[in-house]
């Protein structure tokens, strides 16, 4: 019989292990605190429920990524949670079902069965906040300077910003009549930057429509990429110019929260743009393939649940902020070392020890005093004089 090695996980499948898991939940906490700061009330979703819940809106580019099972009890197929965003979405719309604007915010582990890349962890710990109800590029301000907030807060170092909006590509692409089909292959080529193809797919289109497709290829860089837009599609449908002027808005906000911010712009760049509908943005920092942070505008992605909301919000993995952060996250150390002994006055000066937030770790039946270092015990519990007092630990 083959030898199964039981403590084997699977690719991508990990473990967290003290102290590391500690400083996790130190961090998780602190972030939230962060976002009950600004407003945002906090959400726990279900880590699985019905497929056709899951992949509604934001949820159906994560198809791919969904485990997927039958349920026992009703036979219908149900899906572990890739992505917490389409849940939050449908308790703002069908849940709470607020008139006015609505923060919400989470934090929980999600499971993909495809890693983003070949590098990461399928089982990140989602952790992000969601702004319902308002359309305006201030609740994308609120956002974003919310996200780059909570990178401060962990110290993440030499944070860049990538800004976009998909509005401009789809303007554009809606004028243009482009079929389903040669839409998503004009996407595909302007997300390459393939210049060849993006001509080839754009001939046969209005002279004008054409050269404003094609210059999206070259329309990346810094803050002056924006006025050289703003006369490059001077002529583009009226969706397309109030896509930039929301673009100019936001940039000019974020400028005067963030001043050293270095901000990049390319208009070519259509992340998410099967379910996002304006600004997108995503957080780098050297060394990292892939972004640390990102979000955007999704309006209309309750509609599935019964009320098209204006949206816009971020998320990010929470293992990966405290690995590149650099703040000190201060764990409990020491603690106090309680005898094997079943006196009543001990265990009422242990209670009162644990409520005032000591750590007291009991030593179990054969375990000697010199057991209590190895479980970062600095202190005892000794009796003298009838009275249980803590004092230093000595071997």
Not at 99 to 126: F, M, W
Not at 203 to 227: F, I, K, N, T
Not at 267 to 276: A, D, I, M, N, Q
Request: overall charge negative; glycine content about 8%.
């Amino acid at each position: 019989m083959a030898t199964v090695d039981r403590w084997l996980l699977p690719d991508g499948i990990e473990e967290v292990l003290p102290p590391e898991a500690a400083r996790i939940e130190v961090a998780r906490r602190q972030v939230l605190d962060l976002f009950q700061s600004w407003g945002y009330e906090f959400v726990v979703t279900p880590h699985i429920e019905y497929l056709e819940s899951l992949l509604t809106g934001a949820g159906q580019d994560l198809d791919l990524r969904t485990f997927k099972v039958i349920d026992p009890q009703s036979g219908r197929q149900m899906g572990f949670r890739a992505d917490i965003t389409p849940q939050v979405a449908r308790i703002d719309a069908h849940t709470l079902r607020r008139e006015g604007p609505s923060r919400l915010c989470y934090a929980g582990s999600v499971l993909h069965a495809q890693p983003r890349a070949l590098s990461t962890s399928r089982s990140p710990i989602q952790l992000g906040a969601e702004l319902y109800g308002d359309a305006s590029p201030s609740s994308d301000v609120e956002v974003i300077s919310l996200m780059l907030a909570m990178l401060q807060l962990a110290e993440v170092p030499d944070v860049h910003m990538d800004l976009g909006h998909v509005g401009i590509y789809r303007g554009l692409a809606q004028a243009a009549g482009l079929s389903g089909a040669v839409e998503q292959q004009l996407f595909d080529a302007l997300q390459r930057k393939a210049i060849d193809e993006v001509i080839s797919l754009t001939e046969g289109l209005p002279a004008d429509l054409a050269q404003m497709l094609r210059s999206l290829v070259d329309l990346c860089g810094s803050r002056e990429v924006l006025s050289d837009a703003r006369r490059r599609l001077a002529g583009a449908p009226t969706p397309v110019l109030v896509a930039l002027d929301e673009l100019l808005t936001i940039a000019e906000r974020l400028s005067v929260r963030f001043p050293d911010l270095p901000l990049y712009f390319d208009l070519g760049e259509l992340r998410g743009y099967h379910y996002h509908t304006g600004v997108v943005f995503a957080v780098f920092v050297p060394g990292v393939g892939q972004s640390i942070a990102q979000g955007g505008r999704y309006d209309d992605i309750g509609a599935d649940f019964g009320r098209a909301r204006p949206a816009t919000g971020f998320s990010t993995d929470l293992k990966t902020l405290v690995t590149l952060g650099r703040a000190e996250i201060e764990l409990p150390s020491g603690g106090i070392w309680m005898p094997d002994n079943t006196d009543a006055a001990l265990w009422q000066t242990v209670c009162q020890l644990r409520s005032e937030g000591q750590r007291v770790v009991q030593a179990l039946p054969g375990q000697p005093l010199a057991a209590a270092a190895e479980v970062d015990c600095d202190r005892q519990l000794v009796q003298q004089d009838g009275i249980w007092q803590v004092l230093p630990l000595v071997s």
